[in-house]
């Protein structure tokens, strides 16, 4: 961006220009004499309600709002339905331990709707666990927001701004998030997009491409958010071919059954950049140009420790994996079984 992010936030939602005259008198000195102290306080009451009045300044409009009154407005990139008490703790022991939510949400008014006055444009974490908290022992919290006119691009951009800073938006949520703004709100021009997102063209081009890939192969990966952008911008552009399509479609129902699998078993899931290698190489293996693994060792985990990467005339060539949690002692045996299963196959090494 060519502006720092709280700059840009500044200028899309700014009462003011920055410098603009007419600005409120400054405060007297703390020694002044109480007179003049009150002519100063008065003088500056006075300028800015001729302000307010004239339009040069619009006031923002705070208040505590039940949250049941309020819906989440569809167009923000953060899913709704994957927030839980788990993923907002932090934030919920915040709001008890300061007596209430501080930093208000951005919302703005609905018509047409008997079941709710408000919609949230930023603050949607915020919205979940106040609702969250009147439901569990505090039910007189209420939804602090700040009512704002925008249109459905101005507050695309508003909600775009604040979920870049948050982590834990995946970088899936975001990329459908702009391909469908890409439709509704530019016409299908990403160079206008990105203009107004004040982003990279390839950046964003990159992000579009991964918003295409089918849920059919995000069910192989054991969350959305596991799908990260430089490595699912591959598994995108392997997608284009039909067959290589094909492959990595079998593949994905294939690993999604064993994620349920490890799932059910309390195991922990296999992890993405195991997922994302079998896939991108789903269509070779199909075609006979390189041969599925004879052997793979995972631990109780489900992590991938060793694999036997290929039996020949030549040798045998084993890879140990990091990250898998198996110590020396388990790596050895998972050696003498991978040695073991190779001989009785008749692929082991023949002295």
């Given amino acids: 961006m060519a502006r720092k992010q709280s700059d840009y936030l500044a200028a899309l939602l700014a009462d003011e220009p920055a410098g603009a005259e007419g600005a409120p008198a400054p405060p007297a000195p703390r020694d ?16 800015a309600l001729a302000r307010v009045a004239s339009g040069e300044v619009r006031q923002v409009t705070q208040l505590l709002l039940d949250p049941a009154r309020v819906r989440i407005w569809p167009g923000n990139a953060r899913s709704y339905t994957h927030l839980s008490e788990a993923n907002c703790r932090e934030l919920i022991d915040s709001i008890i331990a300061e007596g209430g939510q501080k930093v208000p949400a951005v919302v703005r008014r609905v018509d047409g709707d008997p079941d709710h006055d408000f919609e949230v444009i930023a603050g949607t974490r915020r919205h979940w666990s106040i609702s969250w908290l009147r439901a569990h022992s505090y039910p007189d919290m209420q939804f602090v927001a700040q009512v704002a006119q925008l249109d459905d691009e101005a507050a695309f951009r508003l909600a775009d701004l604040e979920n870049r800073a948050r982590a834990d938006v995946s970088d899936l949520e975001r990329a459908r998030n702009y391909l469908d703004a890409l439709k509704t709100h530019y016409g299908n021009h990403q160079t206008r997009m990105a203009e107004r997102l004040k982003l990279s063209k390839g950046w964003l081009s990159k992000m579009l491409k991964v918003a295409t890939i089918p849920d059919a192969v995000i069910a192989a990966f054991a969350s959305p958010s596991d799908v990260q952008l430089k490595p699912a911008y591959a598994l995108a552009q ?10 990595i479609g079998a593949v994905a129902r294939e690993l999604a059954r064993e994620q349920a699998r490890l799932r059910e078993g309390g195991a922990l899931p296999c992890p993405a950049p195991e997922v994302l290698r079998r896939l991108i190489e789903a269509p070779k293996v199909q075609a006979g140009k390189e041969q599925a693994e004879p052997y793979r060792y995972a631990t109780k985990y489900g992590r991938t420790a060793l694999t036997v990467q290929s039996a020949n005339r030549q040798g045998v060539t084993i890879r140990l994996h990091a990250g898998s949690g198996a110590d020396t002692d388990e790596l050895v045996s998972a050696l003498r079984d991978a040695l073991a299963h190779l001989d009785a196959t008749g692929k082991g090494l023949r002295p």
Wanted: no cysteine; hydrophobic share 40%.
């Fill in 238 to 247: 392997a997608l284009d071919d039909k067959e290589a399509a094909k492959a």
């Fill in 32 to 47: 002044a004499p109480p007179e003049r102290a009150r002519a100063t306080t008065l003088l500056g009451r006075e300028s």
